[in-house]
């Protein structure tokens, strides 16, 4: 005998509607910068029993509750437990280098802070995307700002970070040909979002932008088997 059909009617499930619910989820509502000197632990596949530690710019708090912790790394402000490429990084956990304690998850008095200061400015939700937050970046984040192919790069370095009602974090550069007045500071007329204007853009450490200023060989080597190829074929599509 066959099986007795439901008479409920069929459910479509559309896909890309509970994709976007899932996305939404994880977006992120608030952001805290980093002041106390925290770390990511990572590790690479080339030297398989070193750790290496590179601060925190911020914790991010996401719409499911959730707390991350957030590096500038390649082309965006990026959640620590996403790195997972042996040859760049994988994630290992957070460190407190006063401590020298390795923590699996963020530390709770940053959630704490998070979750009170995104329930104090509790925005409205609008159709269109509206800017949330500006923090300043206080580890001299650099940018490597590609245009096209015909323009050389520009090494900039970045002043803060803008949090916008999408989830999406941008990088705020300066154009020196309209700065009025030294520092620039979050709110001058100078600054921009680095996208707006850049087609490709790649965060990097203070150390590393100086040794690309110094043309040192082996960080120059690096830098273009990490970005030509990405380039050309950015170029290409």
């Known amino acids: 005998m066959g099986m007795s059909l439901s008479p409920r009617p069929a459910r479509v499930i559309d896909l890309e509607t509970m994709r976007q619910k899932l996305q939404a989820k994880r977006r992120l509502v608030r952001l805290s910068p980093e002041l106390d000197g925290l770390e990511m632990v990572y590790s690479l596949a080339s030297d398989p029993d070193s750790l290496y530690g590179m601060p925190i710019l911020a914790w991010g708090l996401r719409e499911d509750g959730d707390v991350v912790g957030l590096v500038p790394w390649m082309e965006t402000l990026t959640p620590c437990h996403q790195l997972d490429d042996a040859e760049h990084g994988c994630f290992i956990g957070y460190r407190d280098p006063e ?85 620039i500071l979050l709110g001058d007329a100078c600054l921009y ?30 830098l273009a088997l990490m970005v030509v190829p990405r380039s050309a074929k950015g170029a290409g599509e």
């Open 193 to 222: 979002p680095g996208r707006s204007r850049h087609r490709m853009v790649y965060f990097f450490q203070r150390s590393i932008a100086n040794r690309i200023r110094e043309q040192d060989p082996s960080t120059l080597e690096a």
């Open 99 to 183: 401590t020298e304690e390795l923590l699996e998850s963020p530390p709770p008095h940053k959630a704490c802070e998070l979750e009170h200061a995104a329930a104090y400015f509790d925005y409205e939700e609008t159709h269109e995307v509206t800017l949330i937050q500006q923090i300043p970046d206080s580890q001299g984040t650099h940018a490597l700002c590609i245009d096209d192919d015909s323009r050389p790069w520009q090494l900039k370095q970045v002043f803060g970070w803008r949090l916008y009602s999408d989830g999406n974090v941008e990088a705020l550069l300066a154009d020196e040909s309209i700065v009025e007045s030294t520092p």
